[in-house]
């Protein structure tokens, strides 16, 4: 967070994403609940998954077959967004989603 605060970033994360960072998080530490993943994720907004973002979704499905449901939400929610998707995951830059990745590490 400390970086996304440096870049005074606005960011938003796919209602997809959410569960899927809820699930790893409660298979890891079953103590840690929905409010406290908002607690430690201050100002991300939660966006829904859409009709249109399941849309790309499906076509980044047919380019590029190894991105989990996941990655193409995020990827479809930065495409909707016009905005920057930020990943660890170096298989993103492979993949034909037209947006700009940032690689964090």
Known sequence: MA?????????AMSSVNWCETLTRLQRN????????????????EVVAFSQS???VA?????LY???????RACLALTHTRKATAWTTDKVWIQAKA?????ILR
């Open 53 to 55: 973002e399941a849309e």
């Open 65 to 71: 077959g190894a991105l989990s449901l996941g990655d």
């Open 58 to 62: 499906a076509e980044l499905a047919k």
């Open 3 to 11: 970086l996304l605060r440096a870049q005074n970033a606005s960011v």
């Open 98 to 102: 037209s947006v700009p990745i940032e």
């Open 29 to 44: 530490s079953p103590i840690v609940s929905a409010k406290k993943l908002s607690s430690m994720l201050p100002g991300v």
